[in-house]
């Protein structure tokens, strides 16, 4: 089955300050990449996705890249504001055969100091 | 739209106890999930449902854990009988389709304690 790994569990920084965090698969038939944030007791949220036929994908101040070659995925956030605080995982999915479900990383617990 | 809802979202059990959770998906979406959040991790799916038909039941542990979606709708997931390692949140997740590429919309979660 498919395996997603995430790095790092934790990150901190300023303020305005960029944020990368960054994911591995395992099945190279995953083809839907999602991302949630999870503010602390509250449910996830989906904040941006990506499909295998797209390289890189924009909203606002948060962009996500794919390298499927490499297996491997990442989350951008520029300008970071303290709302941005929170836990973010990554996920895989293959849409076809029966392998489709999403499989999460363990999460990055992101603080963004004022 | 309303959202996925959830209840309880608090139950604290001891082990060997049972406990039941329910999830009311939001209107029209055929496919419901079932997640297992362990403090620090990612979610782990349980259970898929497409309308009231299991789709993928591999990760849930049969043995002591049971999921029903009557009419296709509401489901409930049941523990009989609790062990401490359950402890976690369980999130229950609906969205439109099943193959296509949909976003998962999840609900509050309920957070169970088994001492």
């Known amino acids: 089955g498919e395996n997603v790994e995430q790095h790092p569990s934790t990150l901190s920084v300023q303020e305005g300050d960029s944020a990368v965090i960054k994911c591995t698969y395992s099945?190279?038939?995953?083809?839907?990449f999602p991302w949630y944030k999870q503010e602390l007791g509250k449910r996830p949220q989906l904040i941006i996705d990506?499909?295998?036929?797209?390289g890189e994908k924009k909203d606002q101040r948060i962009a996500v890249t794919l390298n499927k070659t490499a297996k491997h995925f990442s989350l951008h956030i520029t300008e970071t504001q303290p709302e941005d605080s929170a836990v973010y995982f990554c996920?895989?999915?293959?849409?076809?055969?029966?392998?489709?479900?999403?499989?999460f990383g363990k999460g990055t617990l992101l603080t963004v100091n004022p | 739209e309303a959202g996925v809802a959830q209840s309880p979202r608090y139950k604290i059990i001891e082990k060997r106890q049972s406990v039941a959770f329910w999830c009311n998906p939001i209107s029209g979406h055929a496919t419901l999930y079932w997640y297992q959040q362990i403090l620090g991790q990612g979610p782990k799916l349980l259970i898929q449902f497409q309308n009231n038909g299991v789709v993928d039941d591999s990760q849930l542990p049969k043995d002591r854990f049971s999921a029903e979606r009557l009419k296709g709708v509401d489901s409930t997931l049941k523990i009989q009988p609790a062990k401490l390692e359950d402890s976690a949140v369980y999130l229950c997740?609906?969205?439109?389709?099943?193959?296509?590429?949909?976003?998962?919309?999840f609900g509050p979660g309920t957070r169970l304690t088994v001492l």
């Open positions: 996920a895989a999915s293959n849409s076809g055969g029966s392998n489709y479900k999403l499989t």
């Open positions: 099945d190279s038939a995953s083809n839907y």
């Open positions: 997740a609906s969205s439109p389709e099943r193959l296509a590429l949909n976003e998962q919309f």
């Open positions: 990506i499909r295998s036929n797209v």
